[in-house]
């Protein structure tokens, strides 16, 4: 299928599937939506100093559905650094972007990062299917693999559900995938997406989640956020 790079709105590229007329992120922004998705809405719930105290605080276990351009594993990244956590971070993903695509994102220089570079391509650069040491604070399982033949059980504290939309995939919205997330999670594991279909809210509810509306990133009025319980 062709792709094309795009810039979004805030700057930040992505990547365009003209024949699904679907992105990677939004065209509103994709680093601005990564943000407030997964890392406002997801990561810093964890990665807050009110669970200092708790035995395993410092260590933050993700797995990511649709691994694409690696934004959200550099984001998550960075944070890690800030907050002085651990991230042991599992990308998924059936259809890998090209090292060539992917070293063509301009996430460095539009976050002014410039001196991590080294670390974004990294993540690119790295074989597939076994963990990789990225650095001191991250550890990198890229997973070529079909969202639907994911196993793990009770694995990990947090997911970014950022699957192509309903619209062009909606299989990948269905109670029987969101039921291999539920099992996924650790009990009060959470998981964050863009979504908020009514449809997509039902089948997380459908498999145990407690379910919550948050305001969406720019663009787009909601989201979608759940809890393991």
């Avoid at 930040?12 to 997964?38: C, N």
């Avoid at 959200?72 to 944070?79: D, G, H, M, P, S």
């Avoid at 992917?102 to 650069?125: D, G």
Wanted: glycine share 6%; with cysteine; charged share 25%.
């Amino acid at each position: 299928m062709k792709r094309e790079i795009l810039t979004t709105f805030d700057g930040s590229t992505t990547i365009h599937l003209p024949e699904w007329d679907e992105s990677y992120h939004s065209k509103h922004g994709a680093i601005q939506e990564a943000y407030h998705v997964f890392i406002k809405s997801g990561f810093s719930l964890l990665a807050s100093p009110v669970l200092e105290n708790s035995p395993e605080a410092k260590f933050i276990s993700i797995l990511e559905i649709g691994f694409g351009t690696g934004l959200n594993a550099f984001i998550t990244y960075l944070e890690a650094e800030k907050a002085n956590k651990y991230v042991d971070y599992v990308g998924v993903e059936a259809y890998p972007v090209l090292l060539d695509e992917a070293l063509q994102m301009n996430y460095v220089s539009e976050l002014k990062v410039s001196e991590k570079a080294p670390i974004f391509n990294r993540m690119h650069q790295v074989s597939w299917n076994e963990k990789q040491v990225i650095s001191e604070h991250f550890n990198l399982t890229k997973r070529k693999q079909f969202f639907q033949d994911i196993s793990d059980i009770d694995q990990y504290d947090l997911i970014y559900f950022d699957a192509f939309g309903f619209r062009v995939q909606p299989e990948l919205w269905s109670v029987e995938l969101f039921h291999k997330m539920y099992t996924s999670l650790k009990s009060g594991g959470i998981l964050v997406t863009y979504a908020c279909r009514g449809s997509i809210k039902r089948a997380m509810f459908a498999c145990g989640f407690q379910v919550e509306k948050l305001p969406g990133a720019p663009g787009k009025r909601e989201m979608l956020r759940g809890i393991k319980i």
